[in-house]
């Protein structure tokens, strides 16, 4: 197999700059990677998490063979989804951008 000299090396640097651009590596533990996603604001979050969730439930319902190492995923699945559907705090979340938004024209006002 041929080695890959210094020249290509820095071409394959380059390239991973223009490319990878989705993860980006943590910064306290190395072998984990964060990916972000724009939102309008806490809420806007929690809604997109819902919806994530409610779109998980009905595709559930949905008839399909599964695993035959998990009895009834369906219900185990289903069942979890609509517990953390149940916990997410809409109320806090308005309470959140509110105080975000004083803080942010608090900061401005002593610039």
Do not use: C
């Not at 990677?33 to 949905?62: H, M, P, Q, R, W």
């Not at 989804?81 to 006002?109: G, H, S, W």
Request: hydrophobic residues 40%; aromatic residues 8%; glycine residues 0%.
């Amino acid at each position: 197999m041929e080695t890959i000299n210094k020249e290509q090396t820095e071409v394959l640097k380059n390239l991973a700059l223009e490319s990878f651009k989705k993860i980006k590596q943590d910064k306290s533990r190395k072998e984990l990677y964060n990916v972000s996603i724009n939102v309008e604001g806490y809420l806007d979050l929690l809604f997109t998490i819902a919806n994530l969730i409610k779109v998980s439930i009905v595709t559930l319902e949905s008839d399909s063979p599964y695993s035959n190492h998990i009895p009834d995923p369906a219900f185990n699945v289903q069942n979890l989804l609509e517990i953390a559907l149940q916990l997410l705090p809409y109320e806090e979340a308005k309470f959140l951008d509110e105080t975000r938004r004083i803080l942010v024209l608090e900061e401005d006002n002593t610039i």
